[in-house]
């Protein structure tokens, strides 16, 4: 390569770099946002006119006037937002502290707790649905609350525990010490020095562990029936053998993506800095 050619392609190559990272990212974000958008169109869309979104003017909110005056329907939102939200406020109080607790302490009671969090999580979470049906079943917690909420603070317990001992990890212990030589307990370390420190990576478990149980659908579909349905069961129950009700399943999956939406909308900055920490 002579001279002259190495001026011009030392020229062009940031341009042409620029263009090719804009087209690869505008492509991205249309494989990402084009199904949205059909799935807000077909819900704005009457049942008779949902195979023809693109066509025509015809929008009309009945579909999600009838997914609010659906019982069941509005008991899933309910039930969903119970669920998620009781799991992510059990699961951060104890995945702060088995965080903390691994990343501090030496022992057998730390060594044996981090044992049984790595066997657990090494087993794929779908193997537990089986033999958790059958222990519901005999203790009476099927399609219940607190049947559906254990085996979500379990998976959230054995997944974030790692992830908040390495919070932990990149936090300097020094502050802690200074406490405790100036007569704080270990409590009042933790609680007064470790856990401010922490806030960022705890908001942004908070944020991922919200939206996990609001998505989840294997627990949902095998641990519940009638008593408390989620939206993501409900949801899939209008596929039926007479046809799928489309227009209902996309209002109803669009109001499921408000509320995940706006967390993510609110708490994106709180994850970024979590998991720069």
Request: aromatic share 18%.
């Given at each position: 390569m002579n001279t002259l050619q190495r001026r011009f392609f030392d020229f062009?190559?940031?341009?042409a770099r620029r263009i090719s990272f804009g087209l690869a990212l505008s492509v991205v974000c249309f494989l990402f946002a084009f199904p949205v958008l059909w799935l807000i169109l077909t819900s704005l869309r009457p049942q008779s006119g949902v195979y023809y979104v693109y066509r025509g003017l015809d929008f009309t909110l009945d579909s999600f006037a009838q997914?609010?005056?659906?019982?069941?329907?509005v008991r899933a939102f309910f039930n969903s937002s119970v669920i998620a939200t009781a799991a992510t406020i059990f699961s951060i109080l104890v995945t702060v502290s088995s965080g903390y607790m691994l990343s501090r302490f030496r022992?057998?009671?730390?060594?044996?707790?981090?044992?049984?969090?790595?066997?657990?999580?090494?087993v794929p979470f779908v193997t537990w649905v089986?033999?958790?049906?059958?222990?519901?079943?005999?203790?009476?917690?099927?399609?219940?609350?607190?049947?559906l909420l254990l085996p979500h603070i379990a998976v959230h317990i054995c997944f974030f525990?790692?992830?908040?001992?390495?919070?932990?990890?990149?936090?300097?212990?020094?502050?802690?010490q200074a406490a405790l030589i100036d007569g704080c307990t270990r409590w009042g370390a933790f609680l007064r020095v470790a856990v401010p420190s922490a806030m960022p990576a705890i908001s942004a478990l908070a944020v991922l562990s919200w939206l996990f149980s609001w998505n989840e659908f294997l627990f949902a579909l095998i641990l519940t029936g009638q008593h408390t349905p989620v939206i993501t069961?409900?949801?899939?129950?209008?596929?039926?053998?007479?046809?799928?009700?489309?227009?209902?399943?996309?209002?109803?999956?669009?109001?499921?993506?408000?509320?995940?939406?706006?967390?993510?909308?609110?708490?994106?900055?709180y994850v970024i800095r979590g998991l720069k920490i």
């Open positions: 062009f190559a940031p341009g997914v609010f005056a659906n019982e069941r329907l022992g057998p009671i730390a060594s044996g707790w981090f044992g049984a969090i790595y066997a657990l999580r090494c089986l033999p958790l049906y059958f222990v519901e079943q005999r203790w009476g917690l099927y399609d219940s609350y607190l049947g525990s790692w992830l908040m001992k390495g919070f932990f990890d990149g936090i300097d212990p020094s502050m802690e069961v409900v949801m899939a129950q209008f596929v039926s053998e007479m046809g799928m009700q489309w227009n209902l399943m996309a209002a109803t999956a669009v109001l499921a993506l408000v509320p995940a939406f706006l967390l993510t909308l609110f708490g994106q900055k």
